[in-house]
């Protein structure tokens, strides 16, 4: 499974703009980028996920770099709600196993 | 948007007693589960994959025959943790692909296991 890398943590203020990074330099053609996030003593929730090109939803929005070694979660206004462990996971799609690394622990000050 | 249901949330048990962690797909037939584990402060480990009808896949260190895993039906799959011992004590998340060739995976809210 293509490995991806994320810093352990970051944090941010309430109200503003949040940037998650993810490296996956060694994505393959048919991997999808997945972003899940985990609040505390609950399981993940989806957040978004994308192929090549960038995406939008209600939750966040998500920008793919061209060559796709690289993407960002954005989360547009941060809330005291949005504080979790955000997982960037590569998937081919194809029904497997989802393999979770480390994450992003998110801490949102007021 | 399509649930899957966790039961119990938390539990309690006594050295050497077996637990049983059960994971309802709600609103969808789920041909496959997956079952994490979880320790404080770590990410979620994949502990198995399961097939209904069939027996689980099992990841490379984990031990089928302490951890028994039945997915008898489409929406029904469970974790038996035996012979529990403290070291055993942690988070016990289930997974459900939303059907073959989508993107849609659904967690449930997990499992607070204690052993004593």
């Known amino acids: 499974d293509a490995k991806t890398t994320q810093p352990n943590s970051m944090e941010s203020n309430e109200e503003e703009p949040v940037h998650l990074p993810c490296n996956h330099s060694?994505?393959?053609?048919?991997?999808?980028i997945h972003w899940y996030r985990q609040l505390p003593s609950q399981g993940p929730e989806y957040v978004i996920h994308g192929l090549t090109s960038n995406v939008n939803n209600r939750m966040a929005s998500l920008a793919i770099a061209e060559d796709r070694k690289s993407s960002t979660l954005i989360l547009h206004r941060a809330t005291l709600r949005d504080a979790a462990v955000y997982y960037c996971i590569l998937s081919n799609n194809q029904g497997g196993k989802l393999i979770f690394g480390q994450g992003t622990e998110l801490s949102v000050k007021p | 948007g399509a649930v899957v249901s966790q039961h119990p949330s938390w539990v309690i048990c006594k050295s050497g007693t077996s637990v049983k962690i059960e994971c309802r797909s709600l609103d969808f037939q789920a041909t496959t589960m997956f079952w994490y584990r979880q320790f404080p402060k770590q990410s979620l480990m994949l502990m198995a994959t399961s097939n209904e009808g069939s027996k689980a896949t099992y990841e490379q260190g984990v031990e089928k025959d302490k951890f028994l895993i039945n997915h008898a039906s489409l929406t029904l799959s469970t974790l038996t943790v035996t012979s529990a011992h403290p070291e055993d004590s942690s988070f016990y998340i289930c997974?459900?692909?939303?059907?073959?060739?989508?993107?849609?995976?659904?967690f449930g809210s997990g499992t607070r296991l204690t052993v004593v």
């Open positions: 060694t994505i393959s053609g048919t991997d999808y």
């Open positions: 997974s459900a692909i939303l059907g073959f060739g989508t993107w849609g995976y659904t």
